[in-house]
């Protein structure tokens, strides 16, 4: 089955923890991106990936890094996470061109 | 950068009932998604539609893209409806979401 996977699907963590949440595709896209989505903002990007070793910031990157080692995975690192990460996250992944854009299940972050 | 505006924001129906639900944008775009953010929060797609009509069971889309702006049509709507519609657009490699339509099916 055609899917993205993320993981863990729920956190709660403490201020300065360092986390990463795991993203993966099994589309063999091209594209990759990394969303957040709080109340009353929507959905936000945070960073995308045109291929393996090539990421771009998106409109909230600050306090995240991202990594595209391999094409299939992108995951999203929290170095320090601080209580204004609290958030839903999402990862996407499409193919070339201005295809359709599948996201994966979402992963609840809470940071205390 | 492109605007996308959702109308109505909330939707209140009976069971049966049918809607629209309309998608403005301010500028040209790539392609078009409508999906639905079910009460567990998950993203599900319902069309990818750049342009024209498409219809899947009780759901359907159309898109007008030289007057900017989409139409998602839920007929005989049932309470797993419910949920959030977002539409979303593409302009090059930005995928821009509108704030939403929030619909509650009640039994």
């Known amino acids: 089955e055609a899917q993205v996977t993320q993981n863990p699907r729920y956190l709660i963590t403490v201020t300065g923890k360092k986390l990463t949440v795991t993203c993966s595709q099994n589309?063999?896209?091209?594209?990759m991106s990394w969303y957040r989505q709080d109340p009353g903002l929507g959905l936000r990007q945070i960073y995308y990936?045109?291929?393996?070793?090539?990421?771009d910031k998106g409109d909230v990157p600050e306090g995240y890094k991202v990594s595209r080692k391999e094409k299939r995975n992108f995951p999203l690192i929290l170095e320090s996470p601080s209580p204004n990460q609290t958030s839903l996250y999402f990862c996407?992944?499409?193919?070339?061109?201005?295809?359709?854009?599948?996201f994966g299940p979402g992963t609840r972050l809470t940071v205390l | 950068g492109i605007q996308v505006e959702q109308s109505p924001p909330d939707l209140i129906l009976q069971e049966g009932a049918n809607s629209t639900l309309r998608c403005n944008f301010s500028?040209?775009?790539?392609?078009l998604q409508w999906f639905h953010q079910n009460p567990w929060g998950q993203l599900i797609n319902l069309f990818y539609?750049?342009?024209g009509t498409k219809q899947n069971g009780r759901l359907s889309a159309t898109t007008v893209a030289t007057e900017r702006y989409s139409l998602l049509y839920i007929s005989s709507s049932q309470t797993t409806d419910s949920g959030v519609y977002f539409c979303?657009?593409?302009?090059?490699?930005?995928?821009?979401f509108g704030k939403g339509t929030m619909l509650l099916v009640s039994p």
């Open positions: 990936s045109m291929n393996v070793e090539v990421t």
């Open positions: 539609i750049p342009s």
């Open positions: 500028d040209s775009v790539n392609n």
């Open positions: 996407a992944s499409r193919g070339g061109g201005y295809n359709e854009q599948f």
């Open positions: 589309m063999n896209h091209e594209y």
């Open positions: 979303a657009v593409r302009r090059y490699s930005t995928l821009t």
